[in-house]
């Protein structure tokens, strides 16, 4: 009998194992969008730099508005890349750097990814310059999943808060403890994969404010111990990041939104792309848009545009 039922438990045993395995291989992040850019590609350019090369928009009604600051573009030609904004791109960080900005289509949010490989030492940002800090001096250091805040800094978690609602501190009260680490995750034990929590983390350095959101613990490989965020000042705080010409510089590739909400690209919304004082296309080379949303690529349907005989 015992025999019998040690069997019994070895296969349930077995086929629970597998039923697990099939969950943790086939967990799918929910970053991301559903939505199918369709992008009308002009059919001809000149030698000028402020041509309309394109035009982009969604296909079918059912598409979510997308979080500029979440927003990745670009337009390639001839194998070049020429990054797309609202004015300002981000230059690109060294593969192996510890920290690594990457400036989204609105112009004003980051989303950095931070190197927390090192369990015996941490990895220092700085939150006003997005660049690597020290131990005497930084906002955030990094270790693993443990997150600490610099000493001498105030900090707020907002829990139902929307990154781009939040727009004013006032009314609201800082904490001033820097001992505990930040709990920004939950850990899904039925996948085992660390998920930041829902909200926003608000910090106060030397006067000025910024907000942060974490959403991802995994690089594009989806290996482990890469934090990454968005980052953005509020309350008009300055931003010496948006100004230092080593991370960001204009963008080649101007967008022109549809309407007046550089929140949000909107579901019916038409965005234009357009040359900014660089000459990407000069007459009828292939170009090809590049997307992602929340650091995943998007669909992307090209048209050529047809233009009528004179």
């Not at 991301?32 to 590609?41: P, Q, R, S």
């Not at 300002?88 to 004003?108: H, K, N």
């Not at 020290?134 to 443990?146: E, G, Q, V």
């Not at 204009?250 to 949000?264: E, I, N, Q």
């Amino acid at each position: 009998m015992w025999k019998r039922a040690a069997a019994t438990l070895t296969v349930a045993l077995f086929i629970g194992g597998l039923l697990w395995w099939s969950m943790v291989q086939g967990y799918t992040s929910e970053l991301g969008t559903d939505n199918v850019v369709e992008v009308l590609i002009e059919d001809s350019s000149t030698n000028g730099s402020e041509d309309m090369l394109a035009t982009a928009s969604f296909q079918g009604d059912a598409a979510e508005p997308l979080l500029w600051s979440s927003i990745e573009m670009a337009l390639v030609v001839n194998g070049t890349s020429y990054p797309c904004g609202f004015g300002q791109q981000s230059l690109p960080s060294a593969t192996d750097a510890p920290i690594r900005p990457t400036l989204g289509a609105d112009g004003q949010t980051f989303t950095t990814m931070v190197d927390a490989t090192n369990e015996e030492a941490f990895t220092f940002l700085s939150l006003p310059t997005q660049r690597e800090g020290n131990d005497s001096n930084h906002s955030l250091r990094f270790s693993s999943t443990d997150v600490f805040v610099g000493e001498g800094h105030g900090w707020v978690y907002l829990e139902d808060m929307a990154f781009n609602g939040f727009r004013s501190t006032e009314n609201i009260t800082f904490s001033t403890d820097t001992e505990e680490r930040l709990e920004w995750y939950t850990y899904d034990l039925s996948v085992h994969r660390v998920t930041p929590v829902p909200g926003i983390f608000v910090f106060e350095i030397d006067g000025a404010h910024y907000k942060v959101k974490f959403v991802s613990y995994y690089n594009d490989d989806d290996e482990r111990r890469y934090p990454t965020m968005l980052i953005a000042s509020v309350n008009g705080s300055t931003f010496p990041a948006l100004e230092d010409q080593e991370l960001v510089s204009p963008a080649p590739c101007l967008l022109r939104a549809g309407d007046d909400d550089l929140t949000h690209w909107n579901a019916s919304e038409v965005v234009e792309l357009r040359e900014q004082g660089v000459n990407i296309r000069s007459h009828d080379e292939p170009l090809t848009l590049v997307m992602a949303y929340e650091g995943v690529d998007a669909r992307i349907v090209e048209i050529t545009s047809t233009s009528p005989e004179g």
